[in-house]
Antibody
Framework: QVQLVESGGTLVKPGGSLRLSCVAS????????MSWIRQAPGKGLEWVSY??????YYGDSVRGRFTISRDNAKNSLFLQMNSLRVEDSAIYYC?????????????WGRGTLVAVSS | EIVLTQYPATLSVSPGEGATLSCRAS??????LAWYQQKLGQAPRLLIY???TRATGIPARFSGSGSGTEFTLTISTLQSEDSAVYFC???????????FGPGTKVDIK
């Protein structure tokens, strides 16, 4: 079955760190760009980061604090989140990226909830 | 930075009617635009990519059109299960970054 399953979300204090994981199954993980996208409660979607095997890009609000990585041997995508802020509270989705000429997300996980609060 | 604007913010329609959702880009983005449906409590689902190509398994009542700065998602013959928020999304290769529109909420009367 083609799917993505996120884990690692929890309640953390401001300034703290957290590592999210996403395990892929049903497709050749290493052949695809992968991304993290987040959604604050009741809000819209915000792209966080994406990676191929050689390139990495971040959104402005997380650059310098978050680090995306992947382990193709374990079909896994990670997001290391440091210096967390209240405004980082959101559901974090892992998504598969389809690239040029049309860049879009064709497979999404169910998400994992991160709450940043004192 | 390319900004996406969606309108209307909310749309209330009766079953069997059609709905037209709009997405406007602040710059010419060609046809690099996707549409997603997000039902309450669920992850987004890809509906349309390349402005007009339906994703696998998406019913024919969903269609996309447009290019440049103006895009439309049309839902013909609305069904109760189409109640959701619909987001448009673009990719700027010069940044590079992805951007989503704020969404249109479709309520079924």
């Amino acid at each position: 079955q083609v799917q993505l399953v996120e884990s690692g979300g929890t309640l953390v204090k401001p300034g703290g760190s957290l590592r999210l994981s996403c395990v892929a199954s049903g497709f050749t993980f290493g052949d695809y760009f992968m991304s993290w996208i987040r959604q604050a409660p009741g809000k819209g979607l915000e792209w966080v980061s994406y990676t191929s095997t050689r390139t990495i890009y971040y959104g402005d609000s997380v650059r310098g604090r978050f680090t995306i990585s992947r382990d193709n041997a374990k079909n896994s995508l990670f997001l290391q989140m440091n210096s967390l802020r209240v405004e980082d509270s959101a559901i974090y989705y892992c998504a598969r990226v389809r690239t040029a000429p049309n860049w879009y997300f064709d497979l999404w996980g169910r998400g994992t909830l991160v709450a940043v609060s004192s | 930075e390319i900004v996406l604007t969606q309108y209307p913010a909310t749309l209330s329609v009766s079953p069997g009617e059609g709905a037209t959702l709009s997405c406007r880009a602040s710059e010419d983005i060609g046809s690099v635009l996707a549409w997603y449906q997000q039902k309450l409590g669920q992850a987004p689902r890809l509906l349309i990519y390349g402005a007009s190509t339906r994703a696998t398994g998406i019913p024919a009542r969903f269609s996309g059109s447009g290019s440049g700065t103006e895009f439309t998602l049309t839902i013909s013959t609305l069904q109760s299960e189409d109640s959701a928020v619909y987001f448009c999304q673009q990719y700027d290769p010069w940044s590079p970054k992805f951007t989503f529109g704020p969404g249109t909420k479709v309520d079924i009367k």
